[in-house]
């Protein structure tokens, strides 16, 4: 059974880090792509980053280039994504989902979300 389980997130000032993780069973992450997705509130659900399946490339969106970082650990089958210079804007909740690969949006199994919380 193909399942994600998210932790991390909470309540950070502006200009604070956090980092989420999604923990991967009943695949391998060379399998499927990785993508973050997050739903702010009174907006549209947005892709922020993708990690591929076959070489691990990663991709961003430009409202968080150069702030956030996807990685995958294959030892533990685990994605993160690394948050810095958090700003309130990039209030929401995060998923995690499986993709048949990055760009194509095929999302497959969704994690059960985490919130995210900029705020002083």
């Known amino acids: 059974q193909v399942q994600l389980v998210q932790s991390g997130g909470g309540l950070v000032q502006p200009g604070g880090s956090l980092r989420l993780s999604c923990a991967a069973s009943g695949f391998t992450l060379d399998s499927y792509a990785i993508d973050w997705l997050r739903q702010a509130p009174g907006k549209e659900r947005e892709g922020i980053s993708c990690?591929?399946?076959?070489?691990?490339?990663?991709f961003y969106s430009d409202s968080v280039k150069g702030r956030f970082t996807i990685s995958r650990d294959h030892a533990t089958n685990t994605v993160y994504l690394q948050m810095n210079s958090l700003k309130p804007e990039d209030t929401g909740v995060y998923y995690c989902v499986t993709d048949t690969e990055c760009g194509l949006r095929q999302y497959g199994a969704w994690g059960q979300g985490t919130q995210v919380t900029v705020s002083s």
């Open positions: 990690i591929k399946s076959s070489d691990g490339s990663t």
